[in-house]
């Protein structure tokens, strides 16, 4: 599902209008059996959608201040979902702009997880919407065909626990990938962070 995602739409509907994003970086989660995954531990009322029907939003709040989306995609009761890290904005641009005025160029609008949601102005009334649906104010459309030898896998971005899987997929030579990052240790005894 993870490699099927790249270069296809991402679309969202708001009052303000329109918003579609190329999506050109993905990372997959696999629930129960991958301690990255936020349905690792079971099932909470915070990751309940990944729980459910494939092909729905789980859209979750994280530090404190950031809206990320995920796609489900494994049969119910089976958490699994795929978080769109990265896309280039092909709908909507001066919406993306207004909603990310600190960004350096076009193509770091929806540049990261959260910069994507924010494009999107996606929250967490949108998690749980199916995105297959053309009645849906997010939904997922096919896009530009990706040949397999544009496609590039690696390990995900941010993560200690599992971090030796490669689950990251990006279109290789995609100026709207964003940079990798390993997940910085913790200290313990005086270090910020939950």
């Known amino acids: ?62 530090y404190g201040m950031h809206w990320c989306v995920n796609v489900v995609c494994e049969r119910k009761g089976h958490a699994a979902a795929v978080l769109l890290r990265a896309g280039e904005v092909v709908q909507g641009v001066e919406l993306a702009r207004a909603r990310r005025p600190t960004a350096r160029g076009d193509r770091q609008l929806a540049r990261g997880p959260a910069n994507l949601a924010r494009c999107l102005a996606l929250t967490g009334a949108d998690s749980g919407r199916d995105l297959a649906s053309g009645r849906s104010l997010l939904w997922v459309s096919a896009g530009d065909a990706v040949r397999q030898d544009q496609v590039r896998a690696g390990p995900r971005v941010g993560v200690r626990l599992g971090a030796e899987e490669h689950r990251r997929y990006w279109l290789s030579d995609d100026r709207t990938v964003s940079a990798y990052r390993a997940a910085a240790e913790r200290r313990r005894g005086g270090g910020s962070g939950a």
Request: no cysteine; aromatic share 12%; glycine share 10%.
């Open 1 to 62: 599902m993870a490699r099927d995602l790249l270069g296809r739409i991402v679309w969202h509907r708001s009052a303000e209008g329109t918003t579609a994003i190329r999506l050109s970086e993905v990372e997959a989660y696999e629930g129960t059996a991958d301690p990255a995954s936020h349905a690792f531990r079971g099932r909470t009322p915070r990751n309940a959608v990944m729980f459910g029907r494939p092909g729905h939003a789980y859209v979750y709040f994280t």
